[in-house]
């Protein structure tokens, strides 16, 4: 696999080398810069509406600036040409996060029916039948994605949040802890992260917060343990590390309203609105496709302005 700088000189050379703008716009992907890699496919799309590769990639920026249904469209459009699993796994991904989940398990089964044994197939099918609350169904996919891979730390976890649901919270508590402690699993970065959820559930935030911190430890780059952590320590008001917490996972999601609302309440607890404002701005500046940051900014601003009014106001009196 080229590098993007020896991709970047090549284009440079060749500039309507479909081959080339494609490799690049997968590295964009990668590194979450989107708008690049978006120009680059739609570039190939115009001179080749159906390619199948530039569809995919397009749908996939999309679904990470969560447009759904526009990613749906681009992997159906792909369907069309080239039925690759992965184009059914993603579009069945898409309709989950619209709450289509009824459609999603029709998209799964389209592989599973020839291929049974597909574990991220499986896996997504558990997941879809976890939030539709049949529980009983989860179970029994999960144990099958155990089945085919049983050192797979997420199906495992899953497999005991599935099994929580009829255990008394102390049991499940009890039984986490004592799982952690083994040596298999004492660096399993999913385990601490469902005992972390346990912990949260029963209102021992200081502890949930410490789970979470570990899980971030053992897997630095998931960025849901990072959140799970940050939210925790708004909680305990512990706001400065909540807001070093958030804003890691602010700067590589910075559609996450919920992040960024809980780091409005920080930075206003701590009578920093500057703060947050200069967080945005940053932000906004490593992401400038993410026009919706442009409203809070402006908003934001209004705010201050209206203060400091305020404030000369009453020293003028």
Known sequence: MKSEEELRHELEK?????????????????KRRLTEGRILVEEVLSQDPQNTRALSILGD?????????????????????????YLHL???????????????????QKVLVTDSKNLSFLKERGIILTRMKRFDQALETFQRAREISPKD?????EILRLRSQVKSEDNILKELKT??????????????????????????????????????????????FIKQKGFCLYR????????????????????????RDTLEKCFESKGDMKGFLYLLE???????????LWGIIKRI?????????????IKDH
């Open 301 to 313: 601003r209004k705010r201050l302005n209206l203060e400091a009014s305020k404030s000369s106001d």
């Open 236 to 259: 305990l008001k512990r706001y400065e590390e909540a807001i070093e917490c958030l804003s890691r996972a602010f700067h590589k999601d910075p559609l996450d309203y919920y992040v």
């Open 61 to 85: 920026i999309l679904f990470k600036r969560r447009l759904f249904k526009e990613a749906l469209n681009c992997y159906r459009e792909a369907i069309n040409k080239d039925s690759r699993p």
């Open 153 to 157: 730390s997420f199906v495992q976890k």
């Open 14 to 30: 060749d500039p309507d080398n479909t081959f080339l703008k494609i490799c690049l716009s997968e590295i964009y992907l990668r």
């Open 282 to 292: 940053e932000v906004s500046s490593n992401h400038p496709e993410e026009k919706r």
């Open 90 to 108: 993603q579009s069945a991904r898409a309709l989950k996060e619209m709450g289509r989940f009824q459609e999603a398990l029709q998209e799964l």
């Open 179 to 224: 799982i952690i402690t083994m040596d298999s699993k004492r660096d399993d970065a999913q385990l601490y992260a469902l005992l972390g959820e346990k912990l949260k559930e029963t209102g021992q935030v200081k502890e949930a917060t410490e789970a979470y911190g570990k899980a971030s430890e053992l897997e630095p780059q998931n960025i849901f």
